[in-house]
């Protein structure tokens, strides 16, 4: 456990899996059950923080226009193969967006996964 969240307590809400929420908690990622926590911010996204960088933004079907070139890899991980390669301009289509920080997504008809990060 790394600690005890304040009722109150605004935190970027990154993703849902299986009914926890990933967020962050203190400068480290973190999951809580998604019941214990609340949109706070008026709009339809998870995310209760002012942030715009979170991951809860992507929504499956979203249409992502790149802002830099990223990799689209076979599986979750940095070593995997790549698929292809997207670069800045081009777009990518959500597929699902996963809790530990990556993206499933179709680009040129190419299914395969990005860093989260990348495709805000």
Avoid at 2 to 17: H, K
Avoid at 21 to 43: F, R
Avoid at 66 to 77: D, G, H, K, P, Y
Wanted: proline share 0%; aromatic share 10%; glycine share 8%.
């Amino acid at each position: 456990m790394l600690g005890q969240l304040a009722s109150g307590t605004q935190v970027t809400w990154y993703a849902d899996e299986n009914g926890w929420a990933k967020i962050d908690y203190n400068g480290t990622k973190a999951y809580v059950k998604a019941d214990y926590l609340a949109d706070v911010s008026g709009d339809s996204t998870q995310d209760t923080s002012q942030s715009t960088n979170s991951s809860a933004n992507l929504s499956q079907g979203q249409e992502i226009t790149l802002a830099n070139t990223v990799n689209v890899r076979e599986s979750m991980s940095e070593t995997a193969s790549k698929v292809a390669v997207a670069y800045a301009g081009e777009q990518v289509t959500v597929i699902e967006s996963y809790a530990d920080g990556w993206t499933k997504v179709n680009y040129n008809g190419k299914q395969g996964y990005c860093k989260t990060e990348y495709l805000q």
